[in-house]
């Protein structure tokens, strides 16, 4: 789909009116302006219903945590999605997930799964880093590798040139399913951050990415130039991405290293604002934390929010929760329910659609 159609849904667009030309004396419009909707673990495909079924007979909540599935990263893009995230797990020398419990069990019960399926035994099998929810349980993707979905990213960006910038938030999945035998992930280290890193760049190259370095100010830190220096405009930014690394304190001290505001990073690091390398925060509640989410857009963060969690809201729930999103003024607002998903189908519900530019 050519991006510069209408899309089914977008949140938002532009506080400034980004698809006009700034006249002189009005600074042109900046990350700092857009307003995104995005998913919540982006590749997820859907269990077989068996699978689903045998899980929810030991733990209904954990069934209903995981039954939620998305279209392909390219369709959620094409629909307006201009955020995304993905879940990677180390897997330096292959096939630490490529036979999981899952299949096992499905080919018990008479079933065999491929790439059809979402499992793409093949590419588990290979080095390098892995895309999905749980080891063992919730294996099923639109891109079982982390360069299989950052290729997915790149042709449509190619194929859709002057898309505004796309934000991929980056979680490492460090623990594995709670059932016996089950695979346990790596630990993230040095190494594996290195290697995150050194993916992105093999798919994406440099001039394609805004990264840390490219909002730094000489002499300061990256909080304090974003706080008082702003980002790059939207048309400077177009046709890149931003990867944001949302982990926990301890993953984040990781990734930075011993590298002042991230030094030579590929992704921005999702980490408490009075932190150096702050600059793009993760503010999960919008309704219990909207003040705060709007104090910190107001000094010159960018936020991401989600508009909804699971199915155990109900969709007035849902939508309660969405509009505080949007009240909060957070730039990204995740969502398993934009118009056309899987998701808002099954739901009856849909995330509210606001009109703007749609590239």
Known sequence: MNGRLPALLLFALCANGCDR???SA?????????????SHNSYKRALPGALLHFVAADDPGRARAIDYSHDSL?????SGLRQLEIDVLADPEGGRFSTPFARRWLARHGQDIGVRD???????????????????????THCATFVLCLQSIRRWSDENPGHLPLFVLINVKESGAAIDGAVQPIVFGSAEYDALDREILSVWPRERLIVPADVVRPGKSLRDSVLEHGWPSIDASRDKLVFVFDGNARQS?????????????????AVDESKDEAAILVINDPVGEQA???????????????????????PAEMKTRFRAAVSSGAQIVSSDFYAGSPNSERAGYAVDSFRGERK
């Open 21 to 23: 030309a700034p006249v």
């Open 26 to 38: 009005t600074p042109a419009p900046s990350l700092h302006d857009l307003r995104v909707l995005g």
């Open 74 to 78: 390219e369709s959620q893009l094409d």
């Open 118 to 140: 979402g499992f793409d035994h093949r590419a588990l099998s290979s080095p390098g880093l892995k895309v999905l929810h749980i080891p063992d349980i919730d294996v099923f």
């Open 253 to 269: 001290d990781a990734y930075r290293g011993n590298r002042p505001s991230l030094g030579n990073r590929i992704m921005f690091a």
């Open 292 to 314: 705060r989410i709007r104090t910190l857009v107001d000094r010159g963060f960018i936020v991401r929010t989600r508009a909804d969690a699971d199915f155990d809201e109900t």
